[in-house]
């Protein structure tokens, strides 16, 4: 009864934060197929790497993402499906303490994808924004024009100095 009003939305990776390649993050919103997404170049993931030593806490470099794909869209859904490319527990701490202030995402129900098929029964149900994180990977880092071509994009640009500063609130509010 409730759950045919209830929107959903998905969120995933292209490829693992840890791989040798660019990394396509994205979200879907099922009933209304918008999505947006980001990408995260090979360099951009180095750069990270050699001078905030990501690679000790991908989750939170996820959660950042996450953070920055649905900061200004939070009316547009109600319930959050997190794919398990990373340790969801603890995405979804990080997600709460870059949220801590917000009552908006503290009324989403937010999921793992491996919950909902615990849930159902299903084993092969697999996220809605599989397919659009891969889009978003192969094209999202191109020039406008290369970006042309298929379904049109909805990139979020992130730098180093913008993820820097996310990485630092966090060390602050754990610090607390």
Known sequence: MGENKERVIHIDTSQKLYERRNTGIAYKIIKTNEHKGLALSLKLKKELERRLSVDYDYA???????????????????????????????????????????????????????????????????????????????????????????????????DYDTIRNKWLEIDEKIKK
């Open 60 to 158: 939170r470099l996820y959660a950042i993402c996450i953070y920055f794909l649905i900061k200004e869209d939070l009316d547009l859904f109600d319930k959050l499906i997190i794919c398990g490319d990373e340790d969801f527990i603890s995405v979804k701490e990080y997600l709460g303490l870059l949220f801590f202030d917000n009552g908006e995402y503290n009324k989403k129900i937010v999921k793992s994808i491996v919950d909902i098929r615990r849930e159902t029964g299903n084993k092969n149900i697999r996220s809605y924004a599989d397919d659009v994180a891969y889009s978003y990977m192969r094209r999202a880092l191109k020039s406008i024009v290369r970006r042309q071509k298929g379904t049109p994009l909805n990139v979020i640009k992130l």
